[in-house]
């Protein structure tokens, strides 16, 4: 007990260069932890949406950008499918087609045009406001509420797709009705409406007298297009009933669609319709594509290890140094300490006390740091694979 109150005390001295002992420990016991947290919430993470996804339909052509598109609404812009197809799928009775539009983009954040079955499937719920209910409304996730201030109440404005919009396009200007419970995946940075409200963005669908411009919403004035630049549509109960489409719905387009078989022998049956490799569409297991992409990007994981190891080994010893240099610069303190009448094993005692100390403080360190991100590494790790897509 003597040992360890000494041990305490000259600690408590030199506090400066206990702490940098302490947390260089700390990191060293840490950061092998943490990296393994991580790559494993990770790879959870990548995994778990594409195994809740059944099948995707898509254009023939890469399956990792419509895989990417369809479940993490990435950049990837496949060449669309159309509502055609969607419907052939409906046809069929073996399943129900969930078509998805996530060609534009608001305040950084994708507009993904959908149907209610994908609340229905996603399991998603609303954390405040209410449900899509009428062409141009839009639900936003939870991150985008977060980031942009929003919230029931307020507007977002799609993003127009060229700087100069020659065939009368306008960006639409949305409602938001309701706020997303936060799910940590990428529907937390989705802004979703109808499918329709995406293809009035595209220009399928317009109405009349519902320009805005940017210097007549400045003067608080809602007045009809002319000549004039313009800034963006707007939907209203006053001319909602003017909007109608052009052309066959059969001809709309979507980005993917998210196939639902009512059973495993509906899903083959359906699977061995989409074989053909001349055809235009394909249809295929999110899963099998996610778990080849995780295992090409975790092969590195054995190098990681080994350089987390060599890494820390250098630290150790960088600390085994510091230690035994310190107790050398107290070769003067420890022999005064002997003439006093300490004996060898009471100063033995004493250094293996101070040493026990730094260890505990910084494995104590190493363990909040550790549960800390244990709790937090979904969020964290959804946060940042929003960021890479």
Known sequence: MNALYLAFAYLRYNWARSLVMVLVAALILFVPIATQILLSTSERTLTARAEA???I???RGSKLDLTMAALYFSDDA????TMRDVETIWDSGLAIPVP???AFTSGGYRIVGTTLDYFDF???EIADGRGLAVLGEAVIGANVAAALGKGPGDTLVSSPQNLFDLDGVYPLEMPIVGVLAPTNTADDDAILVDIKTAWVIQGIGHGHEDVVMASEVAAGLDVTANAAVVEYQRITPENIDSFHFHGAQDGYPATAVIVLPFDTRAGTI???RYLDPDGLTQLFEPETVVQGLVDRIFRIKTLLDLVTAIIAFAALAAIGLAVFLGYRLRAGEIATAVKLGARKGMVLRLLAAETITLLFLSSCLALAATAL???NAESWVGWLLALGT
């Not at 496949?78 to 499918?81: C, I, Q, S």
């Open 53 to 55: 996804t059944p099948l």
């Open 57 to 59: 339909l898509g254009s």
């Open 78 to 81: 496949p060449e669309p499918v």
């Open 100 to 102: 998805l539009h996530t």
């Open 122 to 124: 996603r399991a998603l």
């Open 270 to 272: 359906l699977r061995g």
């Open 373 to 375: 991100l244990a709790r």
